[in-house]
């Protein structure tokens, strides 16, 4: 839903990665040159041109098109982050599950603590996602440790190693 992506995410300055549907209509702003060896097929900045889907999202986002060598299946993703580059938000995509499964193990035990607080557990994954990956874009990915070289798993590597607790008490007061 555009409505909701502009509104509680964009407009929040948190960034957001998404897989876009088949039938988006837009127009290409920009496109920027990729190296296909890498699986990305395209990278383009663009606007919606729908009736209603333009309205509710007015601004300019990213599209990606990204092919998993591994799998020969080609995503298309839409992100708002106009800074990192496309085979991260790529690689972002694909770590979301661990991220995601992590906090909804958190937001259980929560809940089961206090069975009357509500909480709409897609809207806060997402918070929390969000949350981090401006943590990570601020971090500029440098708490990777040295060994891992250009590796994605850096993720998993700083839930391990710094440990969740450290990682937001490090939180810039924007994010």
Same mark, same amino acid.
């Given at each position: 839903?555009?409505? /909701? ?8 300055? &948190?960034?957001?990665?998404?897989? &876009? ?36 999202? !007015? +601004? &300019?986002? /990213?599209? *990606?098109?990204? +092919? ?14 106009? +800074?990192? !580059?496309?085979?991260? *938000?790529? +690689?972002? #995509? ?18 089961? /603590?206090?069975?009357? #607080? ?9 918070? #929390? ?14 708490? /990777? ?10 993720? !998993? ?7 969740? #607790? ?5 939180? !810039?007061?924007?994010?």
């Amino acid at each position: 839903d555009f409505h /909701r992506l502009y509104t509680l995410i964009h407009q929040c300055r &948190a960034f957001y990665v998404t897989r &876009a549907k088949d039938n988006i209509q837009y127009e290409v702003i920009t496109s920027s040159s990729v190296d296909k060896t890498t699986g990305i097929i395209s990278d383009q900045l663009v606007r919606l041109t729908g009736y209603k889907s333009s309205r509710s999202y !007015p +601004e &300019a986002f /990213r599209l *990606i098109v990204y +092919e998993d060598f591994a799998t020969n299946v080609i995503y298309t993703f839409m992100t708002n982050d106009l +800074e990192l !580059p496309a085979l991260t *938000i790529a +690689e972002l #995509y694909r770590e979301r599950w661990k991220i995601e499964l992590f906090f909804n193990g958190k937001l259980f035990v929560m809940q089961s /603590r206090r069975k009357s #607080y509500a909480v709409n557990q897609d809207i806060m994954s997402q918070l #929390y996602t969000t949350t981090l990956h401006n943590h990570i874009i601020s971090e500029g990915l440098s708490a /990777r440790k040295p060994d891992h070289g250009s590796s994605p798993n850096h993720v !998993p590597w700083l839930f391990q190693e710094q440990g969740l #607790y450290k990682l937001f008490q490090e939180l !810039p007061a924007s994010a």
